[in-house]
């Protein structure tokens, strides 16, 4: 498409908006009307897309509900709870809009940041990221957990990942990108950083969550974390390795000091030496064994090559433009 016919295009196209929700019935509501509300006033044309992620409350009855009074909104219900990534990329692939916007569905990220990311959009910009200016309330073990993990992310993807987060607008080109990926664990941060276009950022306030607690627990925040570093980086591959080469340069010195001690007729005391020698080595193959294994196991999830999510039911009106109708049929070969 010219730059021309393009520039047109963005300023009467749709925004889709990504919404996963799991246990959110108390939220939903609020957060659908809110996003209208500001969506309307500033005359964007729009689709909301809740992807209930096997919520065990009434999720998808709201959903369904809402669907039923508002033309504008769409509901898609996993068979079980698959992830928030899972429920992000299966959102963008049922968008049409030209282009998406992805956003927590608690109201902590401030809709009122989409007119003014759209227009950015509409500037030209392929993928704008939401950047946290303040990460709201944490205690200090989440905030350093999390220090650490951007820190290997900023790493891994080259891109500064501190304050990321799932908060964003991107453009189809992006979407698309995203969506041919075929990796089945794939950390939709990083991905929106990897596939590159042209970028910028917008800042906001983590806001209060409106209803409901947060879903995630310090041992899912740990795993999520795990997961997605081994998703992006071998960076802790390479680790194994540092730790090799540093037990023998240990053990290297050991020797020399065990040798010195032994022709200056003072041997070293044997048990606790070889003990401690012995633990050092163990742990240290056990540790590297357990990364390996770890990678092991994220190759094995991706041989199987098992869908991302299964979808129970769709509800609300099913959109046809010239863009769904291709990527649908990229979709089901997909499927
Ligand atoms: N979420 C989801 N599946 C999950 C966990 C969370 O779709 O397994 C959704 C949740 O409904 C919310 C968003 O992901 O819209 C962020 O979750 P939450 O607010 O619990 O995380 P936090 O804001 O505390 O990081
Ligand atoms: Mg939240």
């Known amino acids: 498409m010219s730059d021309r016919i393009e520039s047109v295009v963005r300023l009467i196209s749709r925004l889709s908006v990504i919404l996963p929700a799991y246990n959110e019935e108390e ?27 096997g919520s065990l409350d009434n999720t998808w009855i709201e959903i369904e509900k809402l669907c039923e009074t508002d033309a504008h909104i769409i509901g898609v219900h996993f068979s079980r709870n698959f992830g928030k990534e899972a429920a992000v990329y299966a959102g963008l692939a049922q968008s049409t809009g030209s282009a998406a916007a992805v956003m927590d569905c608690d109201l902590q990220h401030p ?12 500037q030209g910009y ?17 905030r350093h957990g999390a220090g650490l993990f951007y820190r290997i992310m900023t790493k891994a993807t080259g891109v500064d990942m501190q304050n990321t987060s799932d908060f964003k607008l991107l453009d189809r080109k992006a979407v698309d990108a995203i969506l041919s990926m075929p990796e089945r664990s794939l950390f939709f941060r990083a991905a929106s950083a990897w596939v590159g276009f042209r970028s910028t950022t917008v800042s906001f306030q983590v806001q209060e969550r409106v209803a409901g607690k947060s879903k995630w627990s310090p041992w899912s925040l740990t795993k999520y974390a795990f997961t997605n570093i081994v998703s992006f980086t071998t960076m802790p591959l390479q680790f194994v390795s540092f730790a090799g080469a540093a ?24 048990y606790t030496t070889i003990l401690t020698v012995l633990l050092f080595i163990g742990s240290a193959i056990m540790m590297s064994l357990g990364i390996i294994g770890y990678y092991i196991a994220r ?21 046809t433009s010239w863009e769904s109708e291709s990527r649908d049929g990229k979709d089901n070969e997909k499927k």
């Not at 939220?27 to 809740?50: D, G, H, M, N, Q």
């Not at 809709?111 to 509409?122: G, K, S």
């Not at 094995?300 to 009106?317: D, M, N, Q």
């Open 27 to 53: 939220a939903l509501s609020k957060t659908a009307c809110t996003v209208s509300r500001i969506l309307e006033r500033a005359r964007i044309p729009y689709e909301l897309i809740f992807v209930d992620d």
């Open 111 to 122: 809709p009122e940041v989409l007119p003014d990311m759209y227009r950015l959009w509409q």
């Open 126 to 142: 392929e993928v704008i990221e939401g950047v946290k200016s303040s990460r709201g309330q944490e205690n200090l073990l989440h």
């Open 247 to 270: 037990c023998f340069v240990l053990s290297l010195l050991l020797l020399l000091y065990s040798l010195i001690q032994y022709f200056s007729g003072h041997a070293v005391e044997g």
């Open 299 to 319: 190759i094995y999830e991706e041989v199987k090559h098992r869908p991302r999510y299964l979808i129970s039911k769709i509800a609300g009106v099913q959109r």
